[in-house]
């Protein structure tokens, strides 16, 4: 096989969590490229519907799947759906996740509660429910979207359950890949740093000094920036990567 086709995906199916906007929709296009038919799995169904329209424009096979990856239920019957429409579940994204700023004496349990619910047991939820029909079927790649947050302490703004979450991420990426790696299902992250999408406050001048100047290549990233490295994890390129955490940051995690 050619190192490229190495990146083919033909053939495989793949389910994206929070598909419709931002970073998972860019990996959505980058898995549908490389020839993976596509679920999109997050809540709002417009959304939903608009990209799988813009994957199905590429000559892709796309579907929505209304999904809210806090519900266990939801996720039962996502993975049924897409089973059903696409067949078994061959790769696997976790990437739908949200923020909350703020100083960790004024957060509330429901917010603590909030974000690890969607970014912390969600992730363990899904990989669960699809992660038993990968392993039963002895092959599967699932690749979490954790975060450089899971790894130091942004600044100026203060997440706490933020910066958990993904650090929580991080280590249960490495301990399923560790307990299915007999099984052929391997589990990698990506830790994106400072993206734009709607989630990130990265045009706010008060953060410039932090969340650009000091990025050692002086930039935020764009989602299409971030997608490539999930490609790579999901496909046979990296057919001997499991437990990996893999950082694009433009270096800000060097320092
Ligand atoms: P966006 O806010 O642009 O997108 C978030 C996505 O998650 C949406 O598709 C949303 O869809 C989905 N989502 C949120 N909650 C749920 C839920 N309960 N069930 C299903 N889907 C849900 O964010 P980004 O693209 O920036 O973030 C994507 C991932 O990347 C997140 O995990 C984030 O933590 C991570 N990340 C982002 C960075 C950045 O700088 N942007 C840096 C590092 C990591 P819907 O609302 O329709 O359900």
Redesign the pocket.
Known sequence: MSVLDQFRLNGKVAVV?????????AIAVALAEAGASVAI????EA??GEAVAELTGLGATAISTK????SRADIVAMRDQVTAQLGPIDILVN?????IHGESLTIDDDSWDRVMA??LD?VWKVSQVVGESMVERGTGSIVN?????GMIINRPQWHAP?GVS?AGVHHLTRSLAAEWAPKSVRVNAI??????????D?DLPEYKHYWIDEVPMQR?AQ?SEIAPAALYLASPASSFVTGEILVIDGGYTLW
């Not at 799995?41 to 709002?44: H, I, Q």
């Not at 830790?191 to 990130?200: D, L, R, W």
């Open positions: 969590t929070g598909g419709n906007r931002g970073i998972g929709k799995a997050s809540r709002d959304r939903n999904t809210d990856v806090t990437n739908a996740g949200i923020g969607t970014n969600a979207v954790g975060s450089m947050s933020y993904k830790a994106p740093g400072y993206t734009k999408t709607e989630i990130s990265i935020y989602a």
